[in-house]
């Protein structure tokens, strides 16, 4: 009997099933929680060791950027990437207002690709990303109103259901009431 | 406005009755009870039992308040309060509705520390969650009255059955088979699923 | 400091512990033993609107464009959750007053205090308002309607404007917002 499967598990009722399978990864794994017994000292340290191992990580990043980038400068010759102050320039062609009258129209901003020769073989990967195309962010005028989600709508729906019942109800006193 | 503690008292207010009667009729001490003792008299290893038997239920009743990703976070906080404040329970056998209680109202404060705007739209998964099957059924179980989308989250999600719900929460059986059945069938309407 | 501290947080748990299996007054009115009348009742409206819910229905009232959207607003601004159960019968009499002493009893309790009510021969028309105060703010509401053929239970935790939400009974034409019918899904069933 479904009932039963949805009470006590016995039985069989596909539909419910199907609900506990995509919803089992939503629930609790014992090994994602830390038994909190020296309590403070642990959530203390778990929160302390998260901004640590943030601060390392960004420090890390930090370093990895710097030596990329003195290893790779000397290398690049004047040819290759231009300065970052020129890369966003736009084409000659083209200007802001002539793009924001395209709204959907990226703006595509080329760099001119340095020649294979140049470039050292581990130091592709720093290359590509210099000249790979930058779209620029134009603005484009407010959207209009997004409608409601139905969500949003259900709720309205049912809350104007039972304001309206409730309404009713408390009317029927008011107009007893002599003089009202 | 998050939702009050006091939505999650109508659960409790059903719940009283069930302990008391049981707690006046048996004489057998649950090994709940048994427990709780222990670690008043400083068993660290008894709360880690007792955490393993009631972290399901505090999760779930967290998770059918709040997006999943900060459910975790969340139920640590319960555990740790209550392993702070164990000895102000005064009836070891109320441990499950106490916790639940704690969780319940940890939730509150979650909500009234997060921004309104961030909490809606984690909740319905709008933005930038991907549109997994599982986060819609959350969200429909999410838009559901609290004590239907509790009792289908301990039962979908964590698996504990109608009686093992009745018990850990305090609720007796014939209201956890209201709200299963009820939400249940609230549900099938809103994911479209036929009975 | 450091005393104090631990001493409001001792007190704050101490509260949280006696709250669980304590009887604690709130406005909320328990429905589940309605069995009773739903095993009778010829259709059900059942309507339970709190928490993110009524979070989200409280956004697209202020959105909506409409005068009487905004008064309902007004007079709602408080609300945190409103439940309606609504019995209808086939025929009249066919339910037991004893069927609804249950939500009777509950208004009983401390707390509750009967604002108004009405009794007509007409339709064998009973009508009680009741509303629960904490300090000087209102913290619920309860309505409880029999009639021949129907009963109606509402229960209204937090504070609302009962008169003007009274005086909006038969305004209530409020645009009624239509969600895209998705082909796939089931018809609720009643």
Known sequence: MKEDYLWDKTGTDPAIEKLENA????????????????????????????????????????????????????????????????????????TL??????????VTVGVKAPSPSRTAGHYKKAVKKAVRPVTAKVKKPAPAAQPFTKEEIYAYNQLMLALSITSDKLNLVKEKIPGE | MPESGMTGNILLFAGSESVGTTTAASEVVKPETALVERITAGDERAFGELYKIYAPMVHGIILARVPHEEADDIAQEVFLAAYRNLKTLREAAAIGPWLGSIARNRVVEFYRRSRPTEELTDHFSRSDSPRTEANEIMAAIHSLPIAYAETLVLRLVEGMTGPEIAEQTGLTPESVRVNLHRGMKLLRQKLGITE | MTSFIKYLSAITLLFLAAATPAMAQDAHLRFERLNQLESKARDIVEVNIDGKLLELAKRVMVKVDDPNAKKVG?????LRGIYVRVYNFEKENEYDMTDIDDIRNQLQSPGWERLAN???????????????????????????????????????IGPIDIDLLAEMSGKMNIPRLEIERDPSTAKPKN
């Open chain 1, 97 to 106: 207002d002539s793009v924001e009258n395209k709204p959907n129209m990226p």
């Open chain 3, 74 to 78: 007004q007079a709602i601004s408080g």
């Open chain 3, 118 to 156: 009405v009794r007509s021969k007409k339709n064998n028309q009973k009508v009680d308002i009741y509303t629960m105060f904490t300090g000087d703010t209102m913290s619920g509401v309860a309505v409880v309607v029999s009639e021949s053929k129907t009963v109606a239970f509402i229960n209204v």
């Open chain 1, 23 to 94: 919803l089992s990864a939503f629930r609790f794994d014992e090994s994602s929680l830390q038994i909190p017994v020296s309590a403070s000292a642990q959530v203390e340290g778990r929160r302390y060791f998260k901004f640590l191992s943030f601060g390392f990580a960004a420090a890390a990043c930090a370093c990895v950027a710097i030596i990329s980038w003195a290893l790779w400068a000397p290398i690049a010759g004047p040819d290759t990437v231009p300065a970052p102050e020129q890369a966003f320039t736009l084409p000659a062609e083209e």
